[in-house]
């Protein structure tokens, strides 16, 4: 099936494995955007590219302010950039017809359950980048257009920032690491994000419409920071010692939620598709880290 789709923040790490995955979709005509080409807190300039770039089936928002301890004292544009803008997508998506695909996080949870989040638990965000994508989230729930929200967590890939690629550098650098212990998730390799996202558009295009959900997706399994950085070490053979420690011994500007295991059951039976265990997946990215000689 022929779809258009348009990428925002395609230059991060989401938006670039959608990118390296446009090959495999062959019957999918991509358009990438960063702020570059488009700047999507700007009523002005979404209606600009909309009249002169056409129709689009699909917009697969990828575009946030991402820096956790940093909207502690950013709010403005933290807000800007993941509720403001989102709140013009949304009119976009109104007035362009196009179906909406926006990315959450586990953080709009304050982790204080001891089981897996599903899509009905009460968001109750403790941070303000929480906050913020939770009042996204409201933006598109609540809406009369065709939107879904894809709650994810602990993201990492090949490209850009992330927590894989620090504690490379880090155990290569430092006799020995402490990492906290008492925060539980699960990692998710945006690749397998972006190839998800992708194989459910022809499902999407095919719901009675107006349609509106929200799913979680991060990889399978459950596993804390410390576990994360034990089996990126070990597998990378870096001689690091690892030392657990509890979160009040690493104090951050923004409060993290300490159990944010989302269920997948309803994205899985929903679509069909098959999600990756967390080890399985950080292999193959370390494999592809290698092979780029990063």
């Not at 109104?94 to 899509?119: A, C, M």
């Not at 070990?234 to 159990?259: G, K, L």
Request: charged share 25%; with cysteine; proline share 4%.
């Amino acid at each position: 099936m022929k779809f258009r789709i348009l990428v925002t923040g395609a230059n991060g790490q989401l938006g670039n494995e959608i990118r390296d995955l446009a090959a495999k979709y062959a019957d999918y005509e991509f358009v990438f955007t960063d702020v570059a080409e488009l700047d999507i807190t700007s009523v002005d300039a979404l209606n600009d590219f909309f009249q002169k770039n056409g129709k689009f089936d699909f917009l697969i928002n990828c575009a946030a302010y991402t820096a956790v301890d940093a909207a502690e004292s950013n709010q403005e544009l933290a807000f800007k950039l993941n509720t403001t803008a989102v709140d013009l997508l949304v009119e976009m998506a109104g007035k362009y017809g196009f179906f909406l695909i926006q990315i959450s996080t586990d953080y709009v949870f304050d982790g204080e359950k001891n089981r897996p989040y599903d899509e009905d638990d009460v968001p109750i965000p403790s941070s303000v980048y929480g906050k913020t994508k939770r009042e996204a989230e409201h933006l598109i729930l609540y809406s009369d257009i065709n939107a879904i929200v894809i709650r994810t967590a602990w993201l990492y890939s090949t490209y850009g920032k992330n927590f894989v690629k620090s504690m490379i550098k880090y155990g290569t650098e430092r006799d020995e690491l402490n990492v906290v212990f008492d925060q539980v998730g699960t990692p998710t390799y945006a690749y397998d994000l972006a190839d998800a996202i992708l194989q459910i558009l022809p499902q999407l295009q095919a719901m009675p419409k107006p349609y509106t959900d929200l799913f979680h997706y991060t990889n399978e399994g459950v596993c804390s920071w410390y576990d994360f950085t034990q089996h990126i070490l070990r597998h990378e053979n870096i001689n690091c010692r690892v030392n657990p420690i509890r979160s009040e011994q690493y104090p951050t500007p923004a409060q993290r939620p300490a159990f944010s295991v989302l269920d997948k059951s309803k994205i899985k039976s929903k679509f069909g598709i098959n999600i990756p265990y967390w080890t399985d997946s950080l292999d193959v990215m370390l494999k592809k880290l290698k092979e780029k000689g990063e």
